[in-house]
């Protein structure tokens, strides 16, 4: 079964801002035209009831009191009463039966049921002492009976009862007059609130659609300016948030156009060192077998280079893919290190480096095993490579509760104050000959950097030229997945 909280959301009218503030400027307004319109003429209704029966009741007392005393129930010729009587009549439009005490109808201003006897509950009730009442009758009269007393001795007695029917249709056509004045005023009021709501839904929302058509001439690239709409501030912010995304998208589109020229740049110049040592190769004739195996060897150490510019790319290429690549697995960092550096043990020895390993505390976390090896072989290669005569490299491994540290302290030449702020880019080394020298493509501490931020973690570098350089990695024993 179709749920209806989706088929709304699947009604696309709902979904507009625009109909949503219509319907609320519209209910808005509706509201107090209904309440005005129930609680105005409901009330009127109810109160011209009350004012007329009490109006007619007071004149109806008046004349009971003048039927004792012209002793109207046992003869019913009196003039004066009469004329009373036919003048109440008249007045509102309706018609007064003066019953005795035996029920039967002694006086009937209409002249219809004189002599007959008229059985009521009301008419009884009051005979018996229930007192004035009145009542409304089909919505059409109201119906008022008030006992006509006779006094004795101070006792009083009731000897007949005054029936009184008053016609409604004073009230009842002030009242329909008033209800065709209200729908004509509330037909303007809808027409005017239909105005305003199509008015305001329009007009608040007119901002918006000056930003949408100022990101679209971006979009359609008409305009590389930065937007701004000054209509409201919530507009403003929106233009400041999409000017800056697309600082960003510059930024990166920048950086990596750069990384594009600067790859392009670094991969030729293997190439190009190949192409003139075997160009001079093939310039010369009879060339010398010692000349050619010498030649060759330098174009092998070109290709090498190349290969490891290659695998280096690739390798930063994974790092900076999402967490989805993270292979997390509970590791022995202590395993880990021991056997990292036994692995490069031997290219410190060839550079007469002493390589120490101090592990304070045994360390299983959350990692990614080769992703973490290749980060921290980096910095203990760099270490070595950028060391100087009997220098020597070495690896701390801590931890608390929370996450371990791994510091790489080295004895070489110390990195200068302001390359230091550099040493994580792409391509970046502080001396590029040197370090073309020792086989750097300035892609390792990138790759460093990217894989620790993988693991959530962070590098901090302290160095100092000529003295040595420490980097601290502090990773999460837990792997935090987002
Ligand atoms: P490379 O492949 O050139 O070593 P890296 O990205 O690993 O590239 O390092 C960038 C630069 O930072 C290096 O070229 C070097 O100048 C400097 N550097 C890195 N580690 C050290 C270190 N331990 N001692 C001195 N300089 C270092």
Not at 250 to 272: G, Y
Not at 280 to 295: C, K, N, T
Request: with cysteine; charged share 25%; proline share 2%.
């Amino acid at each position: 079964m179709d749920n209806p909280l989706i088929k709304i959301k699947k009604f696309k009218g709902i979904r507009s801002l625009s109909i949503r503030i219509f319907l609320i400027i519209m209910i808005a307004g509706l509201i107090p035209c209904v309440i005005l319109h129930h609680g105005i003429l409901g009330r009127y209704m109810d109160n011209a009831v009350t004012v007329k029966t009490n109006e007619v009741q007071t004149q109806v007392r008046i004349i009971a009191d003048h039927l004792t005393t012209y002793n109207y129930l046992l003869d019913n010729s009196s003039e004066v009463v009469n004329a009373e009587l036919s003048q109440l009549s008249n007045l509102y439009d309706g018609r007064v039966l003066i019953v005795n005490g035996s029920l039967r109808i002694i006086k009937d201003t209409y002249a219809i049921s004189e002599g007959k006897t008229l059985i009521s509950e009301e008419i009884i009730k009051c005979l018996k002492g229930g007192g004035i009442s009145s009542s409304l009758r089909d919505e059409r009269y109201i119906e008022i009976i008030v006992p006509i007393e006779e006094k004795q001795d101070d006792v009083s007695r009731i000897i007949g009862v005054m029936l009184t029917s008053v016609s409604m249709e004073g009230i009842l056509s002030s009242y329909e007059y008033l209800q065709s004045r209200a729908l004509l005023i509330e037909i303007l009021a809808l027409v005017i609130i239909f105005g305003i709501a199509v008015f305001m839904s329009r007009f608040i929302l007119r901002p918006f659609d000056k930003i949408t058509d100022a990101i679209n001439e971006v979009k359609n690239g008409f305009t590389d300016e930065e937007i701004k709409v000054t209509d409201c501030l919530e507009t403003e912010r929106i233009g400041d948030a999409f000017n800056q995304l697309m600082g960003r998208m510059r930024a990166l589109d920048a950086s990596r156009q750069e990384f594009v020229s600067n790859v392009s740049h670094e991969l030729k110049t293997p190439l190009a060192s190949m192409k003139v040592l075997a160009d001079s190769l093939l310039a010369q004739e009879d060339v010398p077998a010692e000349l050619y195996r010498e030649f060759m060897e330098d174009i092998t150490t070109e290709i090498d280079r190349e290969n490891k510019i290659i695998t280096d790319l690739l390798s930063l290429v994974k790092m900076t893919r999402t967490a989805a690549d993270m292979n997390v697995e509970v590791v022995d960092i202590n395993a880990l290190l021991e056997l990292m550096l036994k692995r490069l043990g031997p290219i410190a020895a060839r550079a007469n480096i002493k390589l120490i390993f101090e592990s304070r505390r045994q360390v299983n976390a959350e990692v990614d095993e080769v992703k973490l090896t290749l980060a921290l072989s980096n910095l203990v290669e760099n270490g070595i490579k950028y060391n100087t005569e009997n220098g020597w490299v070495k690896v701390v491994l801590d931890a608390d509760h929370q996450y371990f540290s791994v510091e790489v302290s080295d004895s070489g030449i110390g990195i200068p104050k302001e390359a230091i702020e550099h040493i994580y880019e792409r391509f970046y080394r502080v001396d590029k000959s040197h370090s073309r020298e020792i086989g750097g493509t300035g892609l390792g501490l990138a790759i460093t950097r990217s894989a620790i931020l993988m693991h959530r973690g962070s590098i901090l570098v302290d160095s100092e030229e000529g003295k040595g350089t420490s980097f601290t990695v502090k990773i999460p024993l837990t792997y935090i997945a987002s």
